[in-house]
């Protein structure tokens, strides 16, 4: 079946470093979107991309949905210690009206 | 403010003991969800509603029951809670559902343990 997979699972950084979440699905997605989840928190909305080849940036956060709409990505500029959390991506599943099947997230940590 | 709303935001109860995770909105969303998050397993979704009275099964549907009488809430039902239910759940509502979901507004979250 359709899947939605995130690499890598876990990733340590040193505070200033870059960070990049992938995001690879099995099948063509009409959109993607990207969730934060603090430690202890839930998730919130980061950002959803529609387009092939999209580019979109959020301050120090960049997201891209690849051109086949099959991949996307999430790169963080010089990380701070209040981007710790795990980072997920979410696409529709293929031939469901409402589901959306989430990837199982990159849990990033920042050492100062 | 727009909130999403769970409710008890942690449980402890028994195998079989029945139980109501309730969910409310207040965002008049349309499309409402459920999920369950479990260590290395991320986020995998129970039940959704389209609309009101229109739900569907997601991906881990077996021991829920889920109802959409009103549009503001979404309660979940655990009939027989059985340990492997022990999870943190999530509610989560949307604008609008479908293949272009709209962006999902996730509640605080409800941790249950069943002993």
């Known amino acids: 079946g359709q899947q939605v997979m995130q690499i890598p699972q876990y990733q340590h950084v040193q505070e200033g470093e870059d960070f990049t979440t992938y995001c690879n699905s099995s099948t063509t997605l009409s959109n993607i979107q990207w969730y934060k989840q603090r430690p202890g928190g839930h998730p919130v909305f980061l950002i959803q991309l529609v387009k092939s080849g999209e580019v979109k940036k959020q301050k120090r956060l960049t997201f891209q949905f690849g051109e086949a709409k099959k991949n996307s990505s999430l790169h963080i500029t010089a990380t701070q210690t209040t981007d710790v959390g795990t980072y997920f991506c979410?696409?529709?599943?293929?031939?469901?009206?409402?589901?959306?099947?989430f990837g199982k997230g990159t849990k990033l940590s920042v050492k100062p | 403010e727009a909130q999403v709303t769970q409710n008890p935001r942690y449980l402890i109860t028994v195998t079989g003991k029945k139980l109501t995770v309730t969910c409310s909105q207040n965002?008049?969303?349309?499309?409402m969800s459920w999920y369950r998050q479990d260590p290395g397993l991320g986020l995998r979704q129970i039940y959704y509603s389209m609309n009101v009275e229109v739900t569907d099964k997601g991906d881990v549907p077996e021991g829920y029951k889920v109802s959409r009488k009103e549009k503001r809430n979404f309660p979940l039902i655990l009939e027989s809670p059985s340990p492997n239910q022990t999870s943190l759940y999530f509610c989560?509502?949307?604008?609008?559902?479908?293949?272009?979901?709209?962006?999902?507004?996730f509640g605080e979250g409800s941790r249950l343990t069943v002993l």
């Open positions: 979410a696409g529709p599943r293929e031939g469901s009206q409402g589901n959306l099947i």
């Open positions: 965002m008049n969303h349309e499309y």
């Open positions: 989560a509502s949307s604008p609008r559902g479908g293949a272009n979901t709209g962006e999902l507004f």
